[in-house]
């Protein structure tokens, strides 16, 4: 049965509401690769966001299904090199909220799990997102990886399944009822902010250093 699941920031300013979620309704993955552990420490949230292997947890998902219902202002944005996706975070207290990619054509969205609230009894989601499906991005994982879980569905499955997704978010006009995009110019709706290549070599480095 599909439910509605409440967004929050840390310092709970901007909040938003997940509508009518289901595990078919995206995918529900880890992400190890080097550029989402980067946003994790351009954020100051590594320890808050990554898992032992440097994982971020995330839902991707049609944009059209969240709407913001407070700090909509807080909302910020920032790209790690110029033709990186769009990621987003409350600009408040750094909480991180999800990608999108940089036009809304193609509706997409990313929801990284820190900022969705636990359902009483449901501390992993799975209720409501479904198992986590895949595990991308490996070679990037930090410590053992022969740690990691094996992947439920091999990512050559599950790429044509989620192609499909968007191309039935794109008909249906999803990426007019986007959160993160004016409807009518298409432009995001706060200002992407753009690392320099020193910022971006930073951070890099800090991911080669961590050990979440």
């Not at 991707?60 to 969240?66: H, I």
Request: glycine fraction near 8%; hydrophobic fraction near 40%; proline fraction near 7%.
């Amino acid at each position: 049965m599909p439910r509605d699941l409440t967004i929050r920031c840390s310092c709970g300013v901007l909040q938003a509401v997940l509508h009518e979620v289901t595990p078919g309704a995206g995918n529900h993955l880890v992400c190890y690769c080097d550029d989402c552990q980067a946003f994790a420490h351009f954020l100051a949230r590594a320890g808050d966001v990554l898992d032992a292997h440097g994982g971020t947890e995330i839902f991707q998902m049609s944009p059209a299904n969240l709407s913001i219902t407070a700090g909509a202002d807080r909302l910020a944005c920032v790209r790690l090199t110029s033709r990186g996706l769009l990621r987003w975070y409350a600009g408040c207290c750094n909480t991180p909220i999800g990608n999108t990619l940089a036009t809304n054509g193609v509706p997409f969205f990313g929801l990284i799990q820190l900022c969705i609230q636990k359902p009483p009894g449901d501390s992993s989601l799975e209720a409501e997102l479904g198992p986590i499906q895949v595990r991308g991005f490996r070679k990037f994982a930090k410590g053992d990886r022969t740690a990691i879980p094996a992947d439920r569905v091999p990512l050559p499955f599950m790429i044509p399944r989620f192609a499909w997704l968007m191309l039935k978010w794109k008909l249906r006009g999803d990426g007019k009822r986007s959160a993160f995009f004016e409807a009518r110019s298409g432009q995001p709706v706060a200002s992407p902010r753009i690392l320099s290549a020193a910022e971006h070599a930073e951070l890099r480095r800090n991911v080669s250093q961590s050990h979440p």
